[in-house]
């Protein structure tokens, strides 16, 4: 009872034996609970051998799920009883989901596996009374998919282990130079052609070495579809990515009159087999403006309103030189009277805020969007520190804090030479369990708008599923802490406790068959002798 993750606000237990799951054990499910009847059928029904068929409600020996409107939505409460079962009520069906999460932990590393390994053992659950809610209503993780795709399969596993942390927020970044993931119907040149390379730098960008496999891939609209509905049924919000006006070579590849064809031969661009950031930029046309539109008509219908209000737009890493060359920018920043390249970008943000608000959808952006005039109505994901969130709170803006000096989880977890490809500096599971999401010194109005928070994984050196396991567990439990679980004052975490914790922890990983980094440091496979990181020596900086 004492070893879940992420720690749960309030436990209580007599020490009476527990409550033993076995094949008379039934599943009671209340109006609106069926997502997580399904769910505890499918997962502790297979790990245990067990029917769960279902029973009325007052039965004993169930699992007994049902809403209480008293509790806060996402809220629940557990209790066992050795003479009646499990009783999960929740605010709503996420906060009985997440309570159905918690069973599954009390049950042991056993219920996280596919099928019994010990078929006749005790399944106990101890007597335990548990009162639990999130700190934050939005506790995300952005996944790159345009660096190094993943494979459908791989994404409904990324949004399990999500779920296992109770992580509702899954930020799908499917375009960028690297690849356009996503497919457009009324635009196939941007799979047919943007969703492939031919080869890929091996490493960091100064690294010497290349991949000459051809990377690419993409998601049918299918395959989305049954993403969105997967991660739906886990209580997962997607926010899906589209990257402009920056971040762009794979569509203007794909497209070349989308670039600033006065500047450079858009024609001779392939999709980008590097890394850093791109000086091929979209062009500020009319041509590039419904180019998009069309993009994100087809995104609003794989991506529903009631799954994902938010639609990301990138916003980031723009550089403004080829805007600053060409002739056709230049007329278009004077014809709509703006003053600088800057403007021109706010120009780009703001045309789209409007076109998804009319549509009942509200855009988010990295926090360059503040640059050149924050638009109205969008929320920031704040990524270069805390000032952009603060300036965009303190101006009443919704804000995600994602800090890249603490939750990034592209960067290594140790200075050891060891660790493969390293990339910036060393954030260690420590690190990330004592990220504050909210800084210190906001107003509480201000602070009414930090959202939550969210961990980025950035997929450059990440070419396979258990690399991304590597870097993303096990500090994604630590984050996971951080987003659900609240303070019991400012700045007091116990990490030694946390660790503590861990060390159960660790075998439900190892029962879910995630390759996370070792607390002893990467395992002989793990790592990569002689490729070049990119070491940043010394501290962060100060967010």
Same mark, same amino acid.
């Given at each position: 009872?004492?070893?879940?993750?992420?720690?749960?606000?309030?436990?209580?237990?007599?020490?009476?034996?527990?409550?033993?799951?076995?094949?008379?054990?039934?599943?009671?499910?209340?109006?609106?609970?069926? %997502?997580?009847?399904?769910?505890?059928?499918?997962?502790?029904?297979?790990?245990?051998?067990?029917?769960?068929?279902?029973?009325?409600?007052? %039965?004993?020996?169930?699992?007994?799920?049902?809403?209480? %409107?008293?509790?806060?939505?996402?809220?629940?409460?557990?209790?066992?009883?050795?003479?009646?079962?499990?009783?999960?009520?929740?605010?709503?069906?996420?906060?009985?989901?997440?309570?159905?999460?918690?069973?599954?932990?009390?049950?042991?590393?056993?219920?996280?596996?596919?099928?019994?390994?010990?078929?006749?053992?005790?399944?106990?659950?101890?007597?335990?009374?548990?009162?639990?809610?999130?700190?934050?209503?939005?506790?995300?993780?952005?996944?790159?998919?345009?660096?190094?795709?993943?494979?459908?399969?791989?994404?409904?596993? +990324?949004?399990?282990? +999500?779920?296992?942390?109770?992580?509702?927020?899954?930020?799908?970044?499917?375009?960028?130079?690297?690849?356009?993931?996503?497919?457009?119907?009324?635009?196939?040149?941007?799979?047919?052609?943007?969703?492939?390379?031919?080869?890929?730098?091996?490493?960091?960008?100064?690294?010497?070495?290349?991949?000459?496999?051809?990377?690419?891939?993409?998601?049918?609209?299918?395959?989305?579809?049954?993403?969105?509905?997967?991660?739906?049924?886990?209580?997962?919000?997607?926010?899906?990515?589209?990257?402009?006006?920056?971040?762009?070579?794979?569509?203007? %590849?794909?497209?070349?009159?989308?670039?600033?064809?006065?500047?450079?031969?858009?024609?001779?661009?392939?999709?980008?087999?590097?890394?850093?950031?791109?000086?091929?930029?979209?062009?500020?046309?009319?041509?590039?403006?419904?180019?998009?539109?069309?993009?994100?008509?087809?995104?609003?219908?794989?991506?529903?309103?009631?799954?994902?209000?938010?639609?990301?737009?990138?916003?980031?890493?723009?550089?403004?030189? @080829?805007?600053?060359?060409?002739?056709?920018?230049?007329?278009?920043?004077?014809?709509?009277?703006?003053?600088?390249?800057?403007?021109?970008?706010?120009?780009?943000?703001?045309?789209?805020?409007?076109?998804?608000?009319?549509?009942?959808?509200?855009?988010?952006?990295?926090?360059?969007?503040?640059?050149?005039?924050?638009?109205?109505?969008?929320?920031?994901?704040?990524?270069?520190?805390?000032?952009?969130?603060?300036?965009?709170?303190?101006?009443?803006?919704?804000?995600?804090?994602?800090?890249?000096? @603490?939750?990034?989880?592209?960067?290594? @977890? =140790?200075?050891?030479?060891?660790?493969?490809?390293?990339?910036?500096?060393?954030?260690?599971?420590?690190?990330?369990?004592?990220?504050?999401?909210?800084?210190?010194?906001?107003?509480?109005?201000?602070?009414?708008?930090? +959202?939550?928070?969210?961990?980025?994984?950035?997929?450059?050196?990440?070419?396979?599923? =258990?690399?991304? =396991?590597?870097?993303?567990?096990?500090?994604?439990?630590?984050?996971?802490?951080?987003?659900?679980?609240?303070?019991?004052?400012?700045?007091?975490?116990?990490?030694?406790?946390?660790?503590?914790? +861990?060390?159960?922890?660790?075998?439900?990983?190892?029962?879910?068959?995630?390759?996370?980094?070792?607390?002893?440091?990467?395992?002989?496979?793990?790592?990569?002798?002689?490729?070049?990181?990119?070491?940043?020596?010394?501290?962060?900086?100060?967010?």
């Amino acid at each position: 009872m004492d070893n879940l993750i992420p720690a749960p606000a309030r436990t209580g237990g007599d020490g009476r034996r527990g409550f033993r799951l076995d094949g008379a054990t039934t599943l009671t499910a209340g109006p609106g609970t069926e %997502s997580t009847e399904r769910w505890l059928r499918a997962t502790l029904g297979a790990a245990f051998g067990l029917p769960l068929a279902p029973a009325p409600a007052g %039965s004993a020996n169930t699992v007994d799920l049902r809403i209480d %409107s008293a509790l806060e939505p996402e809220a629940y409460r557990l209790d066992v009883e050795p003479d009646r079962g499990v009783r999960i009520a929740g605010g709503s069906a996420a906060g009985v989901f997440w309570g159905a999460q918690t069973l599954r932990q009390l049950l042991g590393p056993e219920a996280f596996r596919r099928a019994p390994v010990n078929p006749g053992a005790d399944r106990l659950v101890p007597v335990t009374e548990v009162e639990d809610g999130p700190r934050f209503g939005w506790r995300g993780l952005m996944l790159d998919v345009a660096r190094h795709f993943m494979p459908k399969d791989g994404v409904l596993r +990324m949004l399990d282990l +999500m779920a296992a942390h109770k992580l509702n927020v899954f930020h799908f970044h499917l375009t960028d130079d690297q690849g356009w993931r996503v497919e457009i119907k009324r635009h196939p040149r941007l799979t047919e052609t943007g969703a492939w390379r031919p080869r890929t730098k091996y490493g960091h960008r100064a690294s010497e070495l290349w991949d000459e496999t051809p990377h690419g891939g993409f998601y049918t609209q299918d395959d989305i579809r049954e993403i969105v509905a997967y991660a739906a049924e886990r209580h997962i919000r997607v926010v899906p990515e589209i990257d402009i006006p920056g971040h762009s070579q794979a569509a203007i %590849s794909a497209y070349p009159e989308l670039g600033n064809t006065d500047v450079i031969d858009t024609s001779a661009l392939s999709v980008w087999d590097t890394w850093g950031v791109n000086p091929n930029v979209l062009a500020p046309t009319d041509n590039t403006l419904r180019f998009f539109e069309g993009v994100l008509e087809e995104l609003l219908d794989l991506f529903p309103a009631d799954t994902s209000p938010f639609i990301h737009i990138g916003g980031d890493e723009c550089p403004k030189d @080829q805007w600053k060359a060409s002739p056709a920018a230049q007329a278009r920043m004077a014809e709509a009277g703006l003053a600088d390249e800057d403007e021109l970008q706010s120009w780009f943000i703001r045309h789209f805020d409007r076109w998804l608000t009319a549509r009942g959808r509200r855009l988010i952006g990295w926090d360059e969007i503040l640059e050149g005039g924050l638009a109205e109505g969008a929320a920031v994901t704040s990524w270069r520190g805390y000032a952009g969130g603060i300036a965009a709170a303190e101006a009443g803006h919704d804000v995600v804090m994602c800090p890249v000096q @603490q939750v990034y989880l592209d960067y290594r @977890q =140790d200075g050891g030479p060891d660790e493969p490809m390293p990339i910036g500096y060393v954030r260690t599971l420590e690190d990330v369990y004592r990220f504050e999401p909210v800084p210190p010194g906001l107003s509480e109005e201000a602070a009414g708008h930090i +959202m939550g928070t969210q961990a980025n994984v950035w997929t450059e050196v990440m070419q396979n599923r =258990d690399r991304v =396991d590597y870097q993303v567990f096990p500090r994604l439990a630590a984050f996971a802490e951080v987003a659900w679980s609240r303070l019991p004052a400012p700045g007091e975490r116990d990490f030694a406790d946390f660790a503590r914790r +861990m060390n159960t922890h660790y075998a439900r990983l190892d029962a879910l068959g995630v390759a996370y980094r070792p607390p002893s440091g990467p395992l002989p496979w793990q790592r990569r002798p002689g490729v070049l990181g990119r070491p940043i020596e010394g501290p962060p900086p100060t967010v």
